[in-house]
């Protein structure tokens, strides 16, 4: 991971700009990359993984973008009381983001301090700006005369946008991003230059918001099935040494196996028996690379995690993960 910072004479103040670029081959590195969110990543496809980040911020904005070679299922905080605004600039295969299905190029937005529920394709890549509450709703107000709230409500997660305004978004957003990046990396920046990439990433969300909100075709998001999905994940971390089974989850929720197989198969596109195994082995992975002096072995945190038979748990994590539990320990080690 590369993190650059430069401090900009901006007449009576010093501009402060953070620039992240990361190329990163573990899922839970790749959910720790992103600077001021909170992410709790499972890989869903199985195999290596490889993603990139790339983040510049300041004063209260962040321009960034994320790209991830295996769908996986996210659960994210932004910024407290920021914006989300962005594009899926690569979708290949099935996507959801707020239980609402995505299209490449399509506007994606999460109002303040929602709690981000997006399940990526099988290769993905997003890039979105982070604006914070009084930042936007103040320009708003002052540039485009515009009360920011019921705009925002009018707003689906997402939303189909005229190509015009979808290609000037994308422009500004992706484009603007690597090109800060590298010249932050460079050192070479001025002052002038992120201000007025400020005005363009507010006018270029604010058009785009403004268009969104005028759009005909409602769509309703799937809000039940996500909430089964959300509430197995917490089961399944509750109950980790004796693992909940399927007949107790229906019991629980108060709904039939049909059901719950039919909800997961809208939101993530696996069974909840796989779901429920990946899960256990993401935190059993992160033992393996964060905790590995604690350890007195792996088969001790295996079991910890509700897997008794080691030979099929080293087979479910090799085929997840691309590599042996022991080779993520020795790496760790390193």
Not at 37 to 47: I, R
Not at 107 to 134: P, R, Y
Not at 175 to 199: C, M, Q, Y
Request: charged share 25%.
């Amino acid at each position: 991971m590369n993190q650059e910072k430069i401090w900009l004479d901006n007449g009576s103040d010093k501009l402060e700009i953070k620039a992240v670029r990361s190329k990163l081959t573990d899922v839970l590195e790749q959910a720790a990359a992103l600077p001021m969110w909170s992410q709790d990543y499972t890989q869903l496809d199985k195999g290596g993984f490889s993603g990139t980040v790339t983040s510049v911020a300041s004063q209260g904005v962040q321009i960034f973008s994320e790209a991830m070679n295996r769908s996986v299922d996210e659960l994210a905080s932004a910024p407290p009381d920021s914006y989300v605004i962005g594009l899926p600039t690569i979708v290949e295969g099935d996507a959801l983001w707020c239980g609402s299905k995505l299209t490449k190029n399509s506007l994606i937005s999460l109002d303040k301090n929602d709690e981000l529920l997006f399940k990526t394709s099988h290769s993905s890549e997003i890039t979105a700006a982070v604006i914070s509450e009084q930042r936007l709703e103040e320009y708003a107000e002052r540039v485009e005369k515009v009360d920011l709230r019921p705009l925002i409500s009018k707003v689906n997660p997402v939303e189909k946008l005229p190509p015009d305004i979808q290609s000037r978004l994308l422009a500004i957003l992706y484009i603007g991003t690597e090109h800060l990046a590298k010249n932050i990396e460079d050192g070479v920046s001025h002052p002038n230059s992120w201000r007025h990439f400020e005005d363009s990433v507010f006018s270029s969300c604010m058009q785009a918001l403004t268009a969104a909100s005028n759009n005909n075709d409602r769509h309703h998001e799937n809000r039940v099935h996500r909430y089964i999905v959300k509430s197995v994940r917490e089961m399944t971390l509750t109950q980790h040494c004796d693992p909940i089974t399927i007949g107790e989850i229906c019991t629980t929720l108060n709904i039939s196996r049909r059901t719950l197989n039919h909800a997961f198969q809208q939101v993530l596109g696996i069974t909840p028996v796989a779901y429920m195994r990946n899960i256990r082995l993401h935190k059993i992975r992160a033992e393996l690379q964060y905790k590995s002096k604690q350890l007195n072995s792996i088969a001790c945190v295996a079991s910890h995690w509700g897997f008794w038979h080691m030979s099929l748990f080293a087979r479910y994590y090799r085929e997840l993960f691309g590599e042996t539990p022991s080779e993520t320990l020795a790496r760790s080690h390193h």
